[in-house]
């Protein structure tokens, strides 16, 4: 979801900056959420968000980190950054694509999070399962247990017998590491505020197969299969 169905810049990465500009008493260069990212091991923004802090000497605990950090993307009754994610595709194109194929998400963010912006956007009939925080246990990305899991829920509702022939789209190295250990094709996908050359060859040398500017190209894509 993040960073491929909505553009995050403006909402997750301000929440991880704000955050952690508060702890430090000091503004933090955007381009070092992406360094954190790169690395691996920071699919969890509060987690990575933690390690930014005490990594430049802050001092908070992990809760005191969440509960800032929630504060400011979550707000009251969802009224918080969580409000400004530019979709970056459409549901025109969704549904073209839910036509030619089955369709799930598998994220990081916490199910009500991620629920709500499905249905902010109007999405909710789109996909035929959702893989949230709460499904993953303590094996989120780049563990490809989320991945196996989707897999799981899709043949139990008898919509999948096998995950051969399918591709997992993501916006960083731990969903490419996940896509390659369970064993499907990974394609990346390069979100509008990233440099389209310097982060698609990140994600290439993570295992991506292809990296995607324009989420239409999907579509193009499914057709061929």
Request: hydrophobic share 40%.
């Amino acid at each position: 979801m993040d960073g491929v169905l909505v553009d995050v810049s403006r909402s997750y990465r301000r929440a991880i900056l704000d955050t952690a500009s508060e702890f430090l008493g000091k503004p933090v260069e955007p381009i070092a959420v992406q360094e954190y990212k790169n690395r691996g091991g920071y699919n969890d923004d509060w987690e990575l968000t933690y390690a930014l802090i005490k990594d430049r000497g802050g001092n908070a605990t992990l809760n005191d980190v969440v509960d800032a950090f929630q504060r400011r993307y979550v707000g009251t009754d969802f009224a918080g950054y969580i409000r400004d994610e530019p979709p970056l595709i459409d549901r025109a194109t969704l549904r073209a694509m839910g036509s030619l194929a089955t369709l799930g998400i598998v994220t990081g963010r916490p199910r009500a999070e991620a629920a709500w912006t499905m249905e902010y956007r109007s999405w909710s009939d789109c996909f035929d399962v959702l893989v949230a925080r709460e499904d993953q246990g303590d094996q989120p990305k780049p563990h490809p247990y989320p991945l196996i899991r989707a897999f799981e829920m899709l043949s139990e509702q008898g919509l999948i017998h096998s995950a051969a022939d399918s591709a997992y789209v993501g916006d960083t190295v731990d969903d490419m590491r996940a896509a390659v250990a369970a064993g499907i094709l990974p394609i990346g996908f390069v979100p509008p505020y990233l440099h389209a050359t310097k982060h698609g060859e990140v994600l290439k040398a993570a295992g991506a197969s292809q990296v995607l500017t324009d989420l239409s190209d999907l579509t193009l894509l499914l057709k061929d299969d």
